[in-house]
């Protein structure tokens, strides 16, 4: 079993920063991509960013140049770090990571950790 736990959220003025963690563990054999989404009442899942296993980032334009995604495949773990925030970046913030091994991975999420900005 693979279990995916984040960490980090909170409450926060708007302008402020919070910083994000996320640890894949259990039985892993690899991890292909790992990246952020979030949800809010009312709007879809939508993917805030991700980076594959060699580094690659790719970000929703909302928060680019706000918000930077990093990796450290040592320890399964993926960040956030979330700069400048607005109201709208008031979520449940989720991390995936694609477990698996030979081109064949699958995803598992976390429970999710909630950021509130407070304008």
């Known amino acids: 079993q693979v279990q995916v736990t984040e960490s980090g959220g909170g409450l926060v003025q708007t302008g402020g920063s919070l910083r994000l963690s996320c640890v894949a563990s259990?039985?892993?054999?690899?991890?292909?991509?790992m990246g952020w989404y979030r949800e809010s009442p009312g709007k879809e899942r939508e993917m805030v960013a991700t980076?594959?296993?060699?580094?690659?980032?790719d970000y929703d334009d909302s928060v680019k140049g706000r918000f930077t995604i990093s990796r450290d495949n040592a320890k399964n773990a993926v960040y956030l770090q979330m700069n400048l925030l607005k109201p709208e970046d008031t979520a449940v913030y989720l991390c995936?990571?694609?477990?698996?091994?030979?081109?064949?991975?699958?995803?598992?999420w976390g429970q999710g950790t909630q950021v509130t900005v407070s304008s």
């Open positions: 259990g039985s892993i054999p690899g991890i292909n991509d």
């Open positions: 980076i594959t296993s060699h580094g690659r980032t």
């Open positions: 995936n990571a694609e477990v698996g091994r030979g081109g064949l991975y699958y995803d598992h």
